[in-house]
Structures are given as structure tokens and as C-alpha cells.
């Protein structure tokens, strides 16, 4: 996983999502340019054979705390995987490893908040697979009802095994 940054340009440009998928998240030029005005917002890519193979932002501050009390929570957003590289195991790979690139850049992160639409059921499916709980919480956005999930940073006790 790696942050963006303008080297990295021409791989956002390249990236495809299918049409249906669209419906569900924003492209990640899109993303990009938000996060260039949002300081409390980062697009994070993961890179595979020099090729962008899944894309997210995340969120700290205000736009998590609609969603959680948790003043260390940490909002994961328009999560995708370029339609090329589609079930090849790449977006469940890259929230398995969520965690490490938050150890490493978001230290005090205790939780990842997301939202996944009602309708979009394999992400659910994953978003489950990879350790996400719903909290029951439903909001309702412009692309439809979002279900509130999150999952818990499991952090190393210092001097533990």
C-alpha cells in the first residue's frame, strides 16, 4: 500500500470500474482531487506488478465523527478494485493488510469506520469476510441506504507476545 501521490497520476487516469460498480463509489480522480482540498483526507493505493489494483481514501476527524464517537476512529471510503484486476483476491488482500499501513501511518487508529450500500452485497459479503461487524446503524445517503460497519484495530501490548 502505498499514499498517492503525483507520480502516481497516470495510474488514477487509468483506473476502469465497471459501470454497475460505479453506482457505488466514486473513481478515484474523483478522490483525488477531494483529498487535495480535505486535509483530514488521503488516498491510499495498492500497487501489484507496478499495476493499481485497488484504490480507497481515508477519513479522520469530522467526517468520521457523523458515524462513531471514537475520537480514533478512522473512515475507510469509496473502497474499489479496477475492473481489470477483479477476483483476483486484491481487494480482500488489501483490507487484510489495512491494519499494518494504519500501524505504521495512523498510530493512534483504535477503528475503521465504513459505509457500504444495502444493495451492493458482495461488498458486504467482503467487507464481513475481512473482519468488518455491522453496527446496525443506517444512514441514508445520496447513492441509497448505507449500512455503518467497523472493525477493531488489534493493537501489539508492549512487552506482550
Request: charge should be positive; glycine fraction near 4%.
Amino acid at each position: 500500500m502505498k499514499a498517492y501521490t503525483p507520480s502516481y497520476q497516470k495510474h488514477i487516469e487509468a483506473y476502469q470500474l465497471l459501470e454497475e460498480h460505479q453506482r457505488f463509489t466514486e473513481l478515484p480522480t474523483v478522490c483525488v482531487q477531494k483529498a487535495k482540498d480535505d486535509s483530514q483526507r488521503f488516498s491510499v493505493l495498492t500497487i501489484s506488478d507496478e499495476q493499481l489494483v485497488t484504490f480507497f481514501s481515508l477519513s479522520v476527524g469530522d467526517a468520521v465523527q457523523i458515524y462513531t464517537e471514537n475520537s480514533n476512529a478512522i473512515l475507510l471510503r469509496s473502497f474499489s478494485t479496477d475492473s481489470n484486476y477483479q477476483g483476483r483476491g486484491y481487494a480482500k488482500q488489501s483490507l487484510m493488510a489495512l491494519p499494518f499501513y494504519l500501524e505504521k501511518h495512523f498510530p493512534n487508529i483504535t477503528e475503521i469506520i465504513l459505509l457500504v450500500n444495502c444493495l451492493n452485497h458482495p461488498a458486504i459479503k467482503l467487507y464481513q469476510a475481512c473482519g468488518f461487524k455491522d453496527t446496525t446503524q443506517r444512514i441514508r445517503g445520496i447513492k441509497g441506504e448505507q449500512m455503518v460497519y467497523s472493525r477493531k484495530m488489534v493493537h501489539k501490548i508492549e512487552g506482550g507476545s
